[in-house]
């Protein structure tokens, strides 16, 4: 086999992964109606599902926040988040509910983590592909 024969099963295993996690990640949002009652300050899909985009927009303000945490907010506790201006998405995000979603929601983050892990690693194999 060649490399470029590596390269798409490398590609194809990383998407596979990538899904999974996404899939798992979309679950844990999906199942919760705490966190998205935190984030918008009520659950404002009581009564019907959860479409994708406001999925995706849970998944990057949880990604957003955990990286506020894991830079500044660790290292200092009086550390306030969205302190110049409110979530334009999420209006009830203040410290005490990142500092929540950080706290409780550590297997979220974990899967949003590893899916990033995995969509980069497939872009990567993409380009090794495009330029081997």
């Not at 194809?12 to 679950?27: E, N, V």
């Not at 005490?96 to 995995?118: R, T």
Request: net charge positive; charged share 15%; with cysteine.
């Amino acid at each position: 086999m060649s490399v470029k024969d590596y390269l798409v099963l490398s590609s194809i295993i990383c998407i596979i992964f990538f899904a999974i996690f996404h899939q798992l990640a979309s679950r844990i949002i999906t199942k919760s109606p705490d966190l998205r009652g935190k984030l918008y300050g009520f659950d404002f899909f009581e009564k019907r599902s959860i479409d994708i985009p406001n999925i995706q927009a849970i998944m990057s303000v949880v990604t957003v926040v955990n990286i506020q945490y894991f830079l500044y907010a660790k290292k200092n506790p009086k550390y306030v988040f969205f302190k110049n201006r409110k979530h334009p998405l999420f209006p009830n995000l203040d410290t005490s509910v990142a500092i929540y979603i950080v706290n409780k929601y550590k297997k979220l983050n974990l899967y949003i983590s590893l899916q990033a892990i995995f969509g980069i690693l497939f872009l990567f194999l993409g380009c090794m592909f495009l330029f081997y």
